[in-house]
């Protein structure tokens, strides 16, 4: 039945990915004074990219959560400026507030999502040139 489980695994970070989108506080629409949901954002990150990493039988636990949390903080800085430029270039920046002027939702589901692309891209990439 555990294994079962693993094959559900990417609905559950698709259900993180959207509750985060529209209920967390979004990583780019924070207010001018206040500071971005830096630790929000690594929680969510870190844990789909260990809801990747659960099944694979090359890493203990420990290594799991330590280059999940490699990654996690190195995808999200290629995230950030990828998704604010792409915005910025859309949608235009606030000249007051220097803020985007894009949707709260659509940038934060965009920023997860590249996240975990660009993570699992990392994982899937370095597995396979590991093995060999």
């Not at 910025?88 to 606030?94: E, M, R, V």
Request: charged share 10%; with cysteine; glycine share 6%.
């Amino acid at each position: 039945m555990f294994q079962k489980g693993f094959k559900y695994r990417i609905y559950l970070v698709y259900l993180i990915i959207i509750g985060s989108s529209l209920w967390g506080t979004p990583p780019f629409h924070y207010g001018y004074y206040d500071n971005p949901p830096l630790g929000f954002c690594f929680i969510i990150n870190l844990t789909t990219l260990f809801l990747f990493l659960i099944p694979l039988k090359q890493f203990i636990v420990g290594e799991k959560i330590v280059y999940a949390s490699l990654v996690s903080l190195c995808s999200s800085v290629i995230a950030v400026n990828a998704v604010a430029w792409v915005m910025d270039f859309i949608y235009g920046t606030d000249t007051d507030w220097d803020e985007l002027n894009s949707p709260a939702v659509l940038d934060s589901f965009l920023f997860y999502l590249l996240t975990y692309f660009l993570g699992v891209g990392f994982f899937k990439l370095w597995l396979k040139y590991k093995n060999q």
